[in-house]
């Protein structure tokens, strides 16, 4: 940087930059860096959102415009992230996406043709012994792609963008290629992840995928973690 024209340094000699301007600089040399070495358009993290700024979807932060966006990319964040989605990506199989030019560990999602949604059933359950409230999800996926298992994940009201958020609901997600994503809007309460009371399985010959949840009781949620009081199993 020229530090030559700072207020209160001598004529040529160096002023001390402030923090600000050593960000900004910093900022810069990394955006001419991203620009050389990557086509922005081609990236498929980068989204623009309604009230135009960009996001990154998969770090999940927010950046006012592009210049930011791509100086987040060459920081350690967002590059910790891309090993870590590599890595993943590499266990799971899925080593033939192919990688975006100059920039490595990006990869392209695969272009699927998406079938809709598959069919459903929802079956409120009850514990008899722990008086526990919860839901029995059974999905057919009779066109699911061969080698393909069901994935859940469970999403907070505030991470989705289709409605306003609600801080009382959560999301249950269930993807599956070919198909489109399935969300079930449920309480936000608790998920009992103990085997016996939270399970998936896929039944490879009816391609029926069952998800079943039980939700803490108001107790386990106000005790839980505390030494000595409703111990969790595991």
Sequence with gaps: MDYQNRAGSKFGGGGVASQSATNADRRERLRRIAMETMDIEKDPYIFK?????????????????????????????????????????????????????????????????????????ITKI???????????????????????KPRVRFMSAFEQQVETPDKNYQYLVVAAEPYQNSAFKIQAKEIDRRDENYWTWFDEDSKEFWIQILFKTEREEIFSGVPGLAPSQT
């Design 126 to 148: 009850r514990d008899p012994l722990t008086r526990q409230n919860g839901m029995l999800f059974q999905l057919q996926f009779q066109e699911i792609t061969p080698g393909v």
């Design 49 to 121: 959102n309604n009230v135009g700024t960009f996001e990154c979807r998969l770090c999940l932060t927010v950046h006012q415009n592009d210049g930011s966006y791509l100086a987040h990319t060459q920081g350690r964040k967002h590059q910790t992230n891309l090993e870590r989605r590599a890595a993943r990506e590499d266990r799971e199989g899925k080593k033939d996406q192919s990688t975006l030019p100059g920039v490595a560990g990006v990869q392209v999602k695969k272009q699927l043709i998406k079938i809709g949604r598959p069919g459903y059933k």
